[in-house]
């Protein structure tokens, strides 16, 4: 392992006195002036020297609100939202499915061999082909836009049938006919859908695969009974099945079939087609971003109504008892701890969220039929592993014996308060400039770091990355000192602005080696998130880094502290706030970041407790002064630019 000295860069939470400071980097002012001259200095007015110059001062934006928005439906809304027309394919609010990726905000189809492989159930396909998995036939119909699977298991040839699915022309009836698994077996069983969980979702795949593009436009039902009024000559099914689709099949076959049973008394599904003839004749509650029209208390209920999702991804509450992420989407109540996670944020599979399982524990103990979300649960699971982010080894977080010159110390995690433990941010890396440290940064895994883009230069011999670094002026036995490859400055980074304040620093790799330094427990990279709604305003995250105090010293170990995320930035610093930015601290101006800090990461954890890379620590106009809080780079705004430079397949946990 390389070891070298270490003094670093820093951050750190500080409460100053309400002195007006310029706009600055966060390090600037660890450049300008040495640490003697500050200590000189009168602590509570700390006069930062300008360097680089700001840009020109802008009045804040008022902070009262604007015109006032048109009436909005109690559960429906925000209208900024809605005019958007998000879908299932906007992978900025859901994941993608496991035969699609997430490229430029929008779910993208996979091709077919890029599915998982491991612990998947065979799929016989329409064309008399058989696939390894349920997600390499989707990923085939998603790319080809036909229909591809069949049914699960064998007897695939162009011998055996297929499954179909029948909507009755008179009755509106559902019925479906499924191969039998038995080997050699030419035969299938007819069998009719129960009312029991019938909705919407399952009926726009029931006419979607009868030929009507929008799906549905009515799901019900009819009692079985009088249907068998008047057909002595045709014998309906005696027998039906639940059917539960999430809303994106093209056919039933691709849906959870379960809980075959005698329908004696019961109701059977039926359903209406949606034709665009009949549209304009409707009164349209809601038009959904496919252009079908559903009542506005169809919408934030859970259930795929529209067929593309759109009415349940901008939802101030939901209906129904369904569930409502963080980020406004609406899914289903037997969605909640299904083994599946729905939510950006984990929260439907907490422990912390309280739910009355029934229903969704059926479907999941599923096992007449192979189950579609069982082998997406498997699928999601398996690209998930393929990324090791989030989460940092446990076995050196909490309590350390640190080698120091001989001596033996023991340091323990202060909560809530100063110091870190020694190695308890194992993502955060100090940049070393000619063995001077001024900058952070975060690991984000394999040779990559990603820091502020007024950090670095286009030198990469003149940096070195400090990976484990406690002391800022000490070496611990888990630092590793690794050199740099290249370094990739965003091309529209703005100095003056602070703009696209980004950049990826490439490590170098080991002789004859793939990776850039030897294993060691006590780095672990940081995720780094997909979209900019993974976590909202209000959310508590961390700031880590060796920047000044209010007394305008440089710590001496690496200080963290925490500091909520804080929307609508501009009222406070007016047209410099750019996209791409985002503010965090606290409005009282008691945490914050500052100099020294800059680079350096501001992480968010999910609610399943896996760390997301949310900020880069920027700049700010005053440190932990009341109404300016601190500004960073926003990383997920960057996800594309992230991925494309790095090469990687995945370099985030989920939608890869």
């Given at each position: 392992m390389r070891s070298a000295p270490v003094p670093l860069l820093l951050l750190f939470l500080l409460v100053v006195s309400s002195e007006?400071?310029?706009?600055?980097s966060r390090e600037d002012f660890q450049r300008d002036t040495s640490e003697d001259e500050i200590v000189q200095q009168t602590p509570q007015i700390l006069q930062l020297p300008t360097w680089p110059p700001p840009p020109s001062v802008i009045t804040p934006a008022?902070?009262?609100?604007?015109?006032?928005?048109?009436?909005?439906?109690?559960y429906l809304g925000?209208?900024?939202?809605?005019k958007k027309k998000y879908t299932r394919a906007s992978c900025g609010l859901v994941f993608c499915p496991p035969w699609e990726r997430c490229v430029d905000g929008h779910c993208a189809c996979k091709a077919p061999y890029l599915c998982p492989t491991e612990n998947v159930t065979q799929v016989c396909g329409r064309d008399h082909r058989t696939y390894r998995s349920y997600c390499q036939a989707m990923a085939l119909s998603c790319r080809t836009k036909r229909l591809a699977m069949s049914h699960f298991g064998e007897n695939c040839g162009e011998e055996y049938?297929?499954?179909?699915?029948?909507v009755d022309q008179d009755t509106g009836v559902v019925q479906v006919f499924i191969p039998d698994r038995t080997e050699g077996s030419h035969s299938t069983e007819a069998l009719l859908v129960c009312k029991k969980i019938w909705d919407m979702a399952a009926a726009n795949v029931a006419c979607r695969e009868s030929g009507f593009p929008l799906g549905a436009e009515t799901a019900g039902w009819v009692s079985y009974k009088s249907l068998q009024t008047g057909r002595e000559d045709e014998q309906l099914p005696d027998r039906c099945v639940s059917i539960r689709c999430q809303g994106y099949e093209n056919s039933l076959a691709e849906c959870l079939i379960y809980n075959k049973v005698k329908i004696g008394n019961r109701k059977v599904a039926t359903v209406t087609c949606y034709k665009d003839s009949t549209a304009p004749e409707k009164d349209c509650g809601f038009e959904c971003a496919n252009t079908k029209c559903v009542s506005l208390n169809q919408t934030c209920d859970g259930v795929d109504d529209c067929g593309d999702r759109s009415d349940e991804m901008c939802c101030k509450k939901c209906r129904n008892n369904s569930f409502r992420c963080k980020s406004g989407v609406c899914v289903h109540k037997e969605a909640v701890h299904d083994g599946k996670m729905d939510c950006l944020d984990g929260e439907d599979e907490s422990p912390m969220t309280i739910t009355n399982k029934t229903e969704a524990d059926k479907l999941l103990n599923n096992t007449e039929y192979e189950s579609p979300m069982k082998e997406i649960t498997t699928s999601r699971k398996y690209l998930e592993s393929m990324v090791y982010c989030g989460i940092p080894n446990a076995t050196t977080v909490d309590d350390v014996t640190m080698e120091d010159r001989g001596r033996t110390s023991r340091v323990k995690r202060v909560v809530g308060g100063v110091a870190a433990n020694p190695t308890q941010i194992q993502w955060q890396v100090a940049l070393d400039d000619?063995?001077?440290?001024h900058c952070g940064g975060a690991y984000i895994g394999g040779c990559w770091v990603l820091?502020?883009?007024h950090c670095v230069r286009q030198n990469p011999l003149a940096f070195r990355v400090k990976f484990s670094l406690w002391k800022k002026y000490e070496a611990q036995g888990t630092t590793d000192i690794v050199p740099v490859q290249d370094i990739y400055i965003h091309p529209r980074y703005n100095a003056n602005t602070y703009e696209n304040d980004i950049a990826l620093v490439q490590l170098k790799k080991l002789p004859f080696e793939e990776k850039c330094f030897v294993d060691n427990p006590a780095i672990s990279a940081v995720c780094v998130p997909w979209t900019e709604h993974l976590f909202q305003p209000n959310h508590v995250c961390s700031?880590?880094?060796?920047?000044?105090?209010?007394e305008g010293r440089a710590a001496k170990v690496l200080l963290w502290a925490n500091v909520s995320l804080?929307?609508?930035?501009?009222?406070?610093?007016?047209?410099?706030?750019?996209p791409g930015m985002m503010c965090a601290g606290d409005l009282e101006g008691d945490v914050d970041s500052c100099q020294g800090d800059s680079g350096g990461p501001l992480v968010c954890q999910d609610e399943l407790g896996v760390s997301y890379l949310w900020g880069i620590v920027s700049w700010g106009e005053r440190c932990g002064q009341p109404g300016f809080p601190g500004v960073y780079t926003q990383v997920a705004h960057y996800f594309d630019w992230i991925r494309h430079n790095t090469g990687w397949p995945a370099v985030t946990k989920f939608n890869s």
């Open positions: 007006t400071f310029q706009q600055r008022p902070t009262t609100a604007g015109v006032q928005e048109e009436e909005e439906d109690e925000p209208a900024e939202c809605v049938p297929k499954f179909q699915g029948d000619y063995e001077k440290a820091t502020a883009a700031i880590s880094g060796w920047g000044r105090t209010a804080i929307g609508q930035c501009e009222r406070f610093y007016g047209d410099r706030f750019r």
